[in-house]
C-alpha cells in the first residue's frame, strides 16, 4: 500500500475548473454580463489552469495571484486562487478569496458550491448551509447541492432533515450514487449500520469507481465487527483512488482496522497516515527539533509530545517507562501534555520532565506548540506520543506485565477512602456515561444516563459519580425518575483537577464507563474498569479489555449500540462479582 501522487483531477476540481475555462472562453467573446479581463490576467489565469490540470497547487496559486493582480475585477482570478489554496490546505484564506469572487461575480454557482464546501470543511455549519441553499436555487437540477446541504445537516445534528432531504432527492435522480452515500453515512451517525452498508452498497452499485463508498463500506463492516470484510472494502478503495487525502484516510482507517484485529506490527505504519498533511485526524507540531525516526536514543533528549485527546494521551503515556529505558541513564525524557496531567505525570514518571503543551488551530486544523523546549531544555528529537507505538509494541508480548502507571498522591487516596467510607458500607462504584464532547459524529458511542437503570436500581453499591462537567440535572433527573441515588462530590473538579480525580479512581472498588477519559484515569491507577462500547473498538487490540492497562473489561453488545443489552449484562455481572470479592 505504497503512498501515490495524486495525477488527475476530482470530480469537484475537474467541475470548478470546466467553469472557469468556459468563463474564460466567454471573456474572450465578450459575452454580455461577463466582466472582460484585461490580456495579462487572462494570460496569468491561462498558466494557473494549465498548472492546476497538472495539480501543481503551489504554481496555480501564484499564477491565478498574478492574474487578480492583473485585474482586481476579475472574479475568475480569485477563484482560481481559492481553487489552488484549497489543495494547499489554506482554508482560511481560500474562503476569503472565495468571499471576494462572490462580491464581483454573485451569478456564478459554483463559487456558492465551492465556498460552503470551504467554510463546511471550517466548521462553519450554518454557513455552509446557506451557500448549498443559493446553489440549489441557482441549479436546482443538480445533485452536488443536495447532497452537500444533507451532510451539513448530518453534521449539525440535524438527521430527520437530512434523511427527509435525501429521500426526496433520491425519489426525484435514483441514479445519482453520490445521494446514496450521504444517507448511509446518515445511517451511520444514527447507529442503524446495516441500513447504512445497503445504502453504500446501492452506491458503488450504480457508481463502481467511487473509491470513497468502498472506504464508507468498510468503515461500517469495521463498527460491527467485520473487520476481514472491511479490509477487503479498504484495499478496493486503494486502489481506486488516486487523491492523496482519500488515500491517507483509508489507509489510516485500515490501520486502526488491523489494530482491532490484534495484527500489530501490520497495524501501526498505516495508523501513522493520521498525520499526513491531507488527512483529516492530522496535527501540526510547532516543536524546535527533528522527528524522531528510530534512532538510537541512548544519551539522547527526546521530546514526548501529545497529539489527540486527553484519553488518548492518558494510553499513549503508557509507553513512557519504554522511553526511560531508550534513552538510558545519559538520556533525558521530557513530555508535552495537556496541562491537567502535568502533576500527576510528573509524580508518575519521576526523572522525566514534564510541562504544558499548547493548543492551536491553523486552518481549522489542531496545532501542538511547545515553546519550552529550548535552551538548556531542547531536545534532540520529537515524537508524537503514537509514534513509538511501531517501535515498542509490534506484539501483545510486547506490553509490560505491570500496567497500573499512574500514581496519585497516597495521602490523597486516603482522604477519598475516607470520604466515600462516610457514604456507608461499599464497594463503591465510580460510574461515567458520556464525553464531554457529544459531536455528531460521537454520541453514537455514547448513552444517556436513563439507560444505565438496571445498573442504578441494584441497593448494594454506592454509585460515586465520575461523569466531568455538568451533569447536576443528569443526576438530579435519575433520582426523581427511578429513585437513584448517584454520589456526587461537588468540591471535586473532575475535568480540572486530574491529580484528585486519579486519587479518587484508586479508591474506587470499580469503574464501568463508556470509552472515555475518565476510565483510561481509572485504569491506569489500576483500579479495576468495565469500559463499554457500542462494538468492538480499535483499542482493545483484538482482546476482551484494552491490554494498555491493568484489570480492565470491554462489555459490548452482539447488535451496534444495543446499550440496553449492555447494560442488563453489566447488571448481571456485578451482582456476581458482589457475591465474590468486589470490596
Request: glycine share 6%; proline share 5%; hydrophobic share 40%.
Amino acid at each position: 500500500m505504497t503512498k501515490r501522487k495524486s495525477s488527475k483531477l476530482s470530480a469537484t476540481q475537474a467541475s470548478s475548473l470546466a467553469t472557469i475555462s468556459r468563463q474564460m472562453e466567454e471573456s474572450r467573446k465578450q459575452a454580455p454580463n461577463r466582466h472582460t479581463p484585461n490580456r495579462e490576467s487572462l494570460m496569468a489565469l491561462q498558466r494557473a489552469v494549465a498548472h492546476y490540470k497538472k495539480c501543481e497547487w503551489k504554481e496555480a496559486a501564484i499564477a491565478a495571484s498574478e492574474a487578480a493582480d492583473h485585474d482586481a475585477r476579475c472574479a475568475m482570478a480569485f477563484h482560481m486562487v481559492g481553487l489552488a489554496l484549497v489543495n494547499l490546505n489554506e482554508k482560511h484564506t481560500a474562503f476569503t478569496m472565495y468571499e471576494r469572487a462572490l462580491a464581483l461575480d454573485p451569478t456564478d454557482p459554483d463559487l456558492y458550491l465551492n465556498i460552503g464546501t470551504a467554510a463546511w470543511d471550517l466548521g462553519l455549519l450554518e454557513g455552509a448551509c446557506k451557500a448549498f441553499r443559493a446553489y440549489i436555487q441557482m441549479k436546482p437540477e443538480c445533485h452536488k447541492g443536495y447532497n452537500n446541504l444533507a451532510g451539513c445537516l448530518r453534521d449539525l445534528g440535524k438527521m430527520d432533515e437530512a434523511v427527509a432531504l435525501l429521500k426526496d432527492m433520491l425519489a426525484i435522480m435514483p441514479g445519482e450514487a453520490m445521494l446514496w452515500n450521504t444517507l448511509g453515512s446518515v445511517m451511520m451517525e444514527l447507529s442503524d449500520i446495516q441500513n447504512a452498508i445497503t445504502f453504500y452498497q446501492e452506491a458503488a452499485r450504480l457508481d463502481p469507481g467511487m473509491a470513497r463508498v468502498y472506504h464508507n463500506i468498510g468503515h461500517a463492516l469495521g463498527h460491527v465487527g467485520a473487520f476481514e470484510q472491511a479490509l477487503e472494502n479498504y484495499d478496493r478503495s486503494l486502489e481506486l483512488s488516486d487523491n492523496d487525502g482519500e488515500r491517507a484516510e483509508t489507509m489510516h482507517a485500515r490501520g486502526l482496522c488491523l489494530a482491532a484485529m490484534g495484527r500489530l506490527e501490520e497495524a501501526w505504519p498505516h495508523y501513522e497516515y493520521r498525520l499526513h498533511p491531507r488527512c483529516s485526524q492530522r496535527v501540526y507540531f510547532a516543536v524546535n527539533a527533528p522527528e524522531w525516526k528510530g534512532e538510537d536514543l541512548t544519551g539522547k533528549t527526546l521530546l514526548f509530545v501529545g497529539e489527540q485527546g486527553l484519553g488518548d494521551e492518558i494510553i499513549y503515556s503508557s509507553l513512557v517507562p519504554d522511553l526511560i529505558q531508550r534513552v538510558g541513564p545519559t538520556g533525558r525524557l521530557m513530555i508535552a501534555c495537556d496541562h491537567r496531567l502535568v502533576p500527576l505525570l510528573r509524580r508518575s514518571f519521576p526523572g522525566v520532565h514534564v510541562e504544558t503543551e499548547l493548543h492551536t488551530k491553523h486552518n481549522a486544523t489542531p496545532v501542538r506548540i511547545v515553546s519550552w523546549a529550548e535552551g538548556p531544555l531542547k531536545a534532540d528529537y520529537y515524537t508524537p506520543m503514537a509514534v513509538p507505538l511501531k517501535y515498542l509494541r509490534n506484539s501483545l508480548d510486547d506490553f509490560p506485565a505491570n500496567r497500573a502507571f499512574l500514581k496519585p498522591d497516597p495521602d490523597r487516596v486516603r482522604f477519598w477512602q475516607d470520604r466515600l467510607a462516610a457514604l456507608g458500607p461499599g464497594p463503591y462504584v465510580g460510574i461515567c456515561w458520556r464525553s464531554m464532547l457529544m459531536t455528531t459524529q460521537r454520541k453514537k458511542f455514547y448513552t444517556a444516563l436513563e439507560v444505565w437503570r438496571p445498573l442504578l436500581e441494584m441497593t448494594e453499591p454506592k454509585f460515586i459519580s465520575l461523569q466531568y462537567g455538568d451533569c447536576r440535572d443528569e443526576i438530579e433527573h435519575v433520582r426523581k425518575t427511578q429513585g437513584v441515588v448517584i454520589h456526587a462530590f461537588e468540591d471535586l473538579d473532575l475535568k480540572n483537577n486530574l491529580d484528585d480525580n486519579a486519587a479518587l479512581c484508586a479508591a474506587l472498588d470499580l469503574v464501568v464507563s463508556a470509552a472515555t477519559a475518565a476510565v483510561a484515569l481509572a485504569a491506569g491507577t489500576g483500579t479495576e474498569s468495565w469500559i463499554l462500547t457500542p462494538g468492538r473498538v480499535w483499542p482493545q487490540l483484538g482482546t476482551d479489555g484494552y491490554p494498555w492497562f491493568a484489570n480492565t473489561r470491554v462489555l459490548t453488545p452482539e447488535r451496534f449500540g444495543d446499550w440496553d443489552s449492555v447494560m442488563k449484562t453489566v447488571a448481571h455481572d456485578l451482582q456476581l462479582r458482589l457475591a465474590t470479592d468486589l470490596r
